[in-house]
DNA sequence: TATGAATGAGATTTCATTCAT
DNA sequence: TATGAATGAAATCTCATTCAT
């Protein structure tokens, strides 16, 4: 029966366009301040409409957390897998944060308020969640405990990677003089090198302060 | 006239107790998910009664977010007077904002949501975040020039820093293992260490955009 | 015992006042649209402290109903008294009339909304209404049974005579061309003449159409 | 497509509908002492259902000024193309007026509160108002030109007519004696005879302002 | 699949009024 | 007399969602 496979195939592409369109409108006005007629009219649907594809709000809020976790969890895995150095792993996976937190693809607001789902969908994203920044975190244990990386609190070191990386939604404009890509880039130079033990230098480098 | 001084404290004690309520709420929920019942009870009012004191609800996040915007411009202003090495500057300037806006003070908000106020608050706020940012890239900037610290990008380099530091109210627990001034200490060391040359400059530094 | 009989007279002049700035207000935006505030403010006083002369914002607007419809009463009594043609008696009514709505004296606002009383003051004020209103209809009857006014429906002419009348308060400026003086004058022209048997003229004379 | 006429033709209907019972409601008790529940109910629907048909109360507000307006400066234009004498050309506008105001038809309250009305659409309103006003004006004015009605200020004079004619709204019951067309005949020769001269000119005239 | 109509719940805010001092 | 603080009730309006077609 191609025809319901071709129904089905239009069915979908019609779920990432609305998840592209929700995904957008959350990023930039929040989960509680965008409603779902504005979701309807970025995804060209009658508002009515919308529910034929989503059951409600917080299920679009949920796929575009699911969306972008997913794929940010796959990056983070195949960094795990490769056989560089911890700093060239790391480097990878903000690359891949910034790409798929900035970039145009559907769903990508995985970082945006899980607080406001259901507590059983809350739960599930929690989970994945928690995976990906255990994985990251892992990465920079792994880099201390080789001695590529300097000795610090891995848990709060992971959390500042992930806030430069989240926190870039709010103000990086699309129409800017610098791309995602320049980002990326640029973050994980800097965000990496944090981790990397400055030269023996001096009195600058360190805790200090009485 | 000693009475009317004690109401007028008094009821500026009100305001700020009002004030560190709502901050608590718009940190924790949001701006949009945040309603005026809930600012209320928190601060032990009467829904009506709210309005005695402020005029509305982006008044409360305006002076939310002046409060803190100020704390931090002292902050800033006074590490920039230092003459310590930049290094030095800039950990004392994100030592500071953690305290900011992760501190039980009132006002602690100033990074959320500008896009929620009317046009005139928003400019007068607009305003005071880039004086701020801007001095914070000046100590950046100040350190790469000395050569204190990497040639980089002041700019993404200052972003990264401020969204390292904001992101924190979404993950930080008061009850947590932390203190605010762990996190601070921490942060400080780690954000300002990616700022100084690593030793072993090794090729895969990726920066330098064309 | 002196003094109170000052205080006495005192707070007789502070009931005038405020029912004056009431009236303006109530003349000028409605009774509904007018706020306890504004009358307080517009009478230099504490919302609280105007509780001390009124009971409430329905006992202002009975007040002033009150206190102009006596002294239109008044008027109209006088005038009937008077031995003079029904056309004179008629126009020293319309110029009292005017005089009263548009000056500056306190209560001025009779002809206003009646239905926003409670059930009591509003029949205590209707009584006086249909007393005042059916005091000018006597004179336009008297008028027509002498022959000295045109044979026409009284009822409905009194009530054209006050429409014109009551009316004014919307479209008067005090700081226009004209004074209240100028207005009542020709008002009373106007509308007495309307009231005489035009020439033997013409066909332009009548009801005519069909 | 007859489909969609027919649903359009539908709710053109229910807009008038609701349009109709929102005048009558302003007519009896005044825009600011209605409430969108009244309205809601008057026309059978849902409060919240409502803001489907129109954006809120200030536009209900401007759409029955707009609508009585446009019928009444459509009879006044047509008067004045008439090549009667002027008095029967003020004749037909005050009953066609009159009409208007007291008909049951959608929207019949331009007369009323233009200040309750956004700046924008106040303007728009106000420019129509003064239009019809003028068209009056001229009516009379020429009659006064020509000879046909005494010399009077032909400002006050509509000013009166016109405060006759809305005032009838706060007076009539449509359950009374007379019906809107009486009221419209019989202010139509009374306020026309008004400006034609008496015959016994006596010295009591009074007019003619210095 | 698609949509205009419909709605209950709830949002912010205003208001007349009272209370405590 | 005077007033800041306080409040219950109600106002306008929004929203996610469902219904009927």
Redesign the interface.
């Known amino acids: 029966m191609p025809g319901a496979g071709r129904a089905d195939r239009r069915r979908h592409t019609r779920r990432l366009e609305i998840l592209s369109a929700a995904a957008r409108s959350f990023r930039s ?5 965008t409603g779902m007629r504005e979701i309807a009219a970025a995804a060209d649907l009658s508002p009515a409409n919308l529910y034929h594809y989503f059951r409600g709000k917080q299920e679009l809020l949920y796929f575009c957390q699911e969306t972008s976790l997913e794929r940010m969890l796959a990056a983070v895995r195949a960094a795990r897998r490769a056989r560089t150095p911890a ?2 792993r790391l ?1 990878a996976v903000i690359r891949a944060h910034v790409d798929c937190v900035l970039g145009e693809m559907e769903g990508a607001a995985a970082h945006l ?1 899980v ?2 789902l259901p507590a059983p969908l809350k739960r599930r994203i929690l989970v994945k969640r928690d995976l990906y920044e255990r994985d990251i975190r892992r990465i920079v244990a792994a880099g201390i405990t080789s001695g590529e990386f ?1 000795d ?2 891995a848990k ?2 992971t ?10 939604v ?2 990086f404009r699309p129409d800017g003089e ?1 791309s995602p890509s ?2 990326g ?17 001096s009195r ?6 009485a």
Chains 1, 2, 3, 4 share one sequence.
């Open positions: 006005r929040g989960f509680a301040a700093a060239e480097r308020e607080d406001d300097v610090c609190d709060l070191t959390q500042a990677i992930l806030g430069a990386l989240n926190w870039s709010r103000w610098r320049d980002v880039t640029a973050f994980a130079a800097y965000l990496v090198r944090g981790l990397i033990a400055a030269p023996s230098a600058s480098n360190g805790r200090k302060r």
